[in-house]
């Protein structure tokens, strides 16, 4: 039997509506979207159901959202595309988008987005909360019924590194959580595979979402990698720190991972590599910033070493840079390096790097099933988590010691 395919794509927010597309919605922008997408031998898009959006009552799905996206599925369906679909979204690019009849809860955040505006005060925990939990199954069952025979559908997703969202009080908590969710969407739609966006945070640190628990049921593992963000990689464009991240997500789970998120921002054209500095959310932040030359040559490094891991596909973050329009509202004006991750530039021209995916995708790389590069775990998934920092310095320094460039 021929391998599968190692999938290729982009994560997904329209240039000129980013989080406001369900409630703006534009279908000729998202078709165009789409047309350039697989143009560039992308065959997978992530977007992201705002759960704000969706969800304006925990007992109401919005038709207006449930009828956009048949339109999106309708698209990615002509362009041969499929769809990782993300549930309960929550956090994103900064900002924690949470419906109006979550708020008045515990949970705090560095910036709350509701209604559209930025609102004080915390929200209710998604883990624990009985009117939050019963909305949460009931969005499930309303999207995942009304589209499961559709083509264009390629993944089902519970969240967006959730764990930025809010905390299980306990791993156990997290654990039965994520086993109920997808049991939940497999009752009703066992064709499609079940997953959870989870991040390189879930293998630093304890925080109720351990890998191993949450991919116990789900058919395929992610993880997002980012080493601009990660104090233990070897600088900003480290090639090996994402697949590392991969193979170990996978020796914990053991479960075959998607690299579901990974990328860089860039500086404008024409410059070099440099670091922003600026005021974000009252604190001082600094952000490391790539030519446009300098991030192509690191996802041309990265692509071929997530396929010698096993990895079983590569999800850009993200499509587009953002509209100038956009710049002062969430999450941009506080997360400025937010506005240029594209593969697109904000006039839609092509950065460096659409060239490199394109020609990648033309090799027609395929998932290695043997013989892939692995962690040598030596310490029960359990014993990680007791030091999961440590351990992940220590098992990275032995991966570079056999694997690294």
Known sequence: MNPQPFVQGVNYWPRAKAMTWWHDFDPDEVAADFELIASLGMDVVRLFLLWDDWQPRPDEVS????????????????????????????????????????LGGEVDAQQVVSGGRIVTGGYRNMFTDPVALAAERLLLSTVVAAFRDHPAIWLWNLGNEPDLFAWP??????????????????????????????????????????????????????????????????????????????????????????????????????????????????????????SEEDLAHHIAA???????????????????????????????????????????????????????IKDFAATRPRVLTSGYRSVELDVSPEEYYRAPADHFQRLYRAYLERHGS
């Open 63 to 102: 038709e207006a959202c449930l009828e956009h996206f048949r339109t999106v599925c309708d698209v990615a369906a002509r362009n041969g595309i499929g769809l990782d679909v993300t549930f309960f979204v929550g956090h994103m690019s900064g900002p924690n988008w949470a419906p109006g009849w979550l």
């Open 302 to 356: 990265v692509l071929p070493k997530l396929v010698e891991v096993g990895a079983t596909g590569s999800l850009l973050w993200c499509f587009s840079d953002y509209s100038e329009t956009l710049w002062e509202s969430p999450p941009l004006r506080e997360s400025k390096h937010e506005r240029f991750f594209g593969v697109t530039r904000p006039d839609g021209s092509l950065k460096p790097h659409a060239t490199v």
């Open 169 to 290: 009080p306990t791993a156990a908590i997290g654990r039965a959580w994520a086993a109920d969710m997808t049991a939940h969407i497999e009752a009703i739609d066992p064709g499609h595979g079940v997953t959870c966006g989870l991040h390189a945070a879930s293998l630093l640190q304890d925080n109720g979402l351990r890998v191993h628990d949450v991919f116990a049921s789900a058919s395929v593992g992610t993880m997002h990698a980012y080493p601009m963000y990660l104090p233990v990689a070897r600088g900003p464009l480290d090639p090996d720190l994402v697949p590392f991240s991969c193979a170990l997500t996978r020796a914990l789970s053991g479960r075959p991972v998607l690299m579901e998120e990974w990328g860089g921002c860039s500086a404008p054209p024409g410059e070099e590599s440099q670091t922003w500095r600026w005021t974000s959310y009252g604190h001082p932040r600094s952000q490391f910033m790539a």
